[in-house]
């Protein structure tokens, strides 16, 4: 992890009409002045910062033209790396990226490694070590939750939480660590009143941030929805029709569905893992029964269960069965039940929403009637998976955490913290107390970089992408 060298690397994927090439270091700028010509004549060198110019790269040896460019010209510490940096736009030929690369190495750069432009940026003090996972976030988004939540990281979110905190922690520490030289005398720097204050403030945020996790984890890997049932309630059907593609095999004999089977959707801007399971019953097929396995396992994982019945089964049977099925499922508490009532459109009764409220009031759970192989209700159905979640958080600027790095961080600060807090209650000495209080400062700090050991950095700069 060092700044030392210029690195150039391609920044874009493949196949676009056009590219982008990044150099930076020491040297970018004349780096790039050797290969590139301006249409003004004039150098990189001699140009303001900030400024975009049109010319040509070239081979040196014999001036011969690879493609008509756009530099743009960054100077430091105003740039992303907070070095000198370049950014060549040039037309997105593999053969055009591959020669500019070749003629920049040629002129002193190196290739850079995996995110050495966002280590840079870390490392020249540009951004915290939680914003630059934030970049790697950004990129990989592909919905306007996780987008969110990362755009919210990138801007400091972390630092703005801890930032102000940590500096009268540090400040009581300080104080506390003073006592020590003055131990003989028994006098008392730190006050414990205003210790105690701030020990519950960074106490409630640390506990505002770890349930977060909940939201955070669950968007970021997609919500998980589990449909399931007893055999033959159109489970498959279901996972079809929100899919509008036959991706599960349906069929009218009991037990088709012998293995879990998941796909993605993306509702208001959040991905829901809906997860087609095998049906709940008794039998002595080996296979099923290894599949009526799985299905309780992705129960205990999924944040929403839908509880499938057949609508076409007499009033009694149908609360029946979901009374049977309801008894096989152990509920967590942050898990939600909805109780969906399928193939209304067989179904003989003219007010499936009479049965619905009827279910509703016996069971407890919200309960809906539709049609999968018909689409009735479909849309009732995706608005009730939508405010299923809170997503509130993710837009109005809360800090959510996502990263289980730093959930981690923040469990072990917490565990850190109710020990200085009994310990104050206890009248513990100053040195114990100070030493619980060092470690609530070294664990918040870890998730901002202030601390980061190279086996930490090198494991979360390895999975960014070149050029990035």
Known sequence: MTTEGTIAAIATGPGGALSIIRVSGGEAIAVCDRIFRAASGRKLAE??????????????????????????LFRNPRSYTGEDMIEISCHGSAYIRQEIMKRLIEAGARQAGPGEFTVRAFLNGKIDLSQAEAVADMIASSDRATHAMALNQMRGGYSQAFDTLREELLHLVSLMELELDFSEEDVTFA??????????????????????????????????????????????????????????MVSDIAGTTRDVIEETICIDGVHFRFIDTAGIRTTDDTLERMGIQRTFSSIEKAKIILLLADGTDPNNTIIEKIAHSLQEITLQPEQRLYIILNKTDKTESDNPATLTDQINRQFGYPTLAISAKQGTNLDRLTALLSQSI?????????????????????????EALIRAQEGLKNGLSSDLLSQDMREVLYHLETITGKIATDDILGEIFSKFCIGK
């Open 191 to 248: 006050d414990r009143h205003q210790l105690e204050d701030l020990l519950e403030k960074i106490s409630e945020q640390i506990k505002t941030l770890l349930q977060s996790f909940n939201l955070g984890n669950a968007v970021k890997t997609g919500i998980g929805v589990a449909i399931v049932g007893a055999p033959n309630v159109g489970k498959s059907t279901l996972l079809n029709a929100l899919l509008r593609e036959d991706r599960a």
């Open 390 to 414: 809170d997503t509130d958080p993710l837009y109005d600027g809360t800090t959510v955490v996502s990263n289980t790095r730093h959930y981690e961080a923040l469990l072990h600060a917490s």
């Open 47 to 72: 140009q303001p910062g900030y400024t975009i110019h049109f010319g040509r790269i070239i081979t040196p040896q014999t001036d011969e033209t690879i493609d008509e460019v756009l530099v743009s």
